[in-house]
Nanobody, 122 residues
Framework: QVQLVESGGGSVQAGGSLRLSCEAS????????MGWFRQVPGKEREGVAAIYLGGNSVVYAASVKGRFTISQDNAKNTVYLQMNSLKPEDTAMYYC???????????????WGQGTQVTVSS
């Protein structure tokens, strides 16, 4: 069974940085995109960034563009999310996901990790 395991979350002050990692035991059959999503209690899950595994196309939510960078290491089946200039509003549970479509639409992803918490204090 394919597993996605996130790591790298934690607590940081505003303006700080964190790097999240998502390691896949194997990319699920048909996967062409890996995405990062985040969710705070009481709100819907939000797409943050996605990367097309067949090349290097990326897409970002407007709220993180210029601050976050998604990248991949295919040799390690790992996707990263470098988060710089963090703000308190970035506080959320962050999830990685694998799917057969490229983009930030939650329902287009069919494999999910368990999440890693990011907390940014002011």
């Amino acid at each position: 069974q394919v597993q996605l395991v996130e790591s790298g979350g934690g607590s940081v002050q505003a303006g700080g940085s964190l790097r999240l990692s998502c390691e896949a035991s194997a990319y699920p059959y048909g996967t062409i995109s890996m995405g990062w999503f985040r969710q705070v209690p009481g709100k819907e899950r939000e797409g943050v960034a996605a990367i097309y595994l067949g090349g290097n196309s990326v897409v970002y939510a407007a709220s993180v563009k210029g601050r976050f960078t998604i990248s991949q290491d295919n040799a390690k089946n790992t996707v990263y999310l470098q988060m710089n200039s963090l703000k308190p509003e970035d506080t959320a549970m962050y999830y990685c996901a694998a799917g057969p479509y490229f983009g930030l639409v939650e329902f287009e992803y069919d494999h999910w990790g368990q999440g890693t918490q990011v907390t940014v204090s002011s």
